[in-house]
């Protein structure tokens, strides 16, 4: 009997998730470039970063700058190895930038630069995101725009203050067409984020600052894609939504570690990390 044909979402869902993959390996390509960098975060925001660019914002990779396109911001820079993985994949930037990786004079580095095709900020200062994210929100408003502003936070960034008085304003501001993305994987540079400083409980906090929140598995591309096509959550707020996610996803020995945070990339490292995620070195 032949196998069923599979539906719209399913095959949709099976594109995003190979697309994350994709990333995952590509992050992995350009910190063997670099020959270090920050894996642990870039890893966990995979899911997230392939449905932004593969079916949830409109964006134009031929025409960067359009004027009505929606905004992403990467607050959380460290990843940037992540977000350079995605632009390429996109086309926003030819595939051979990954291999210039943290290079003399390239414009992909360990932090995203403005001056890159498809980077919205120059992020890596941490807690400035959700500002710049308030005031483009703010100006598509004042401009009576469409355009939504997408916004993702690290968990050890969320520690800084200003992103409390950016969600504060925001709520005040009432800005349905801005979302915040916390990329959950609870580790940040020196350890777990609970013996850091403790977030929780953080959607409650998110709640109390007057954010329509939800929390989903960030790995489960059936519930990122769910969550993205319900935005916004609630009318006249902003919307949260708490990514579960796991530090080092897919290769098992920088998988919930600050060790690998950042490290290095030698060959037996980028062999192994490829192995894991079922392509041959």
């Known amino acids: 009997m032949a196998r069923a044909k ?3 979402r399913e095959a949709t869902l099976d594109s995003l998730r190979n697309e994350a993959l994709k990333i995952r390996r590509n992050v992995w390509r350009a910190l063997k470039a670099a020959g270090s960098g920050h894996m642990g975060g870039s890893l966990s925001a995979a899911e997230f970063l392939a449905a932004l660019y593969f079916y949830h914002l409109k964006i134009r990779p031929d025409e960067p700058d359009w004027p009505d396109r929606d905004r992403f911001i990467l607050s959380k820079g460290h990843a940037n190895a992540a977000l350079g993985a995605v632009l390429a994949q996109a086309g ?19 932090h995203p630069d403005i001056k890159m095709a498809g980077v919205e900020m120059s992020t890596g200062g941490l807690g400035h995101g959700l500002s710049i994210g308030l005031g483009m929100a703010l100006g598509a408003r004042l401009q009576k725009k ?7 936070i690290g ?36 350890g777990h984020v609970s013996d850091m400083m403790a977030l929780e409980p953080v959607a409650n906090k998110w709640s109390a600052f007057g954010w329509a929140v939800r929390e989903v598995d ?11 096509d319900d935005l916004p959550y609630e009318k006249d707020k902003p919307s949260m939504i708490i ?34 995620l079922g392509e041959p070195a």
């Open 146 to 152: 469409k355009f939504r502003t997408i916004v993702m």
């Open 218 to 228: 960030g790995h489960d591309m059936d519930q990122v894609v769910s969550a993205l």
């Open 6 to 8: 599979k539906s719209n």
């Open 155 to 190: 968990d050890g960034e969320l520690q800084e203050g200003s992103n409390w008085e950016a969600a504060m304003a925001a709520a005040h501001q009432k800005v349905s067409n801005l979302t915040a993305i916390l990329d959950y994987n609870k580790v940040q540079q020196s």
């Open 92 to 110: 926003f930037i030819e595939d051979a930038v990954l291999d210039q990786f943290y290079a003399y004079e390239s414009l992909f580095g360990m």
């Open 243 to 276: 990514a579960h996610t796991v530090k080092g996803k897919g290769v098992s020995f920088a998988e919930d570690t600050h060790l690998w945070h950042n490290n290095m990339v030698p060959d037996d490292v980028y062999e192994k990390a490829l192995a894991e």
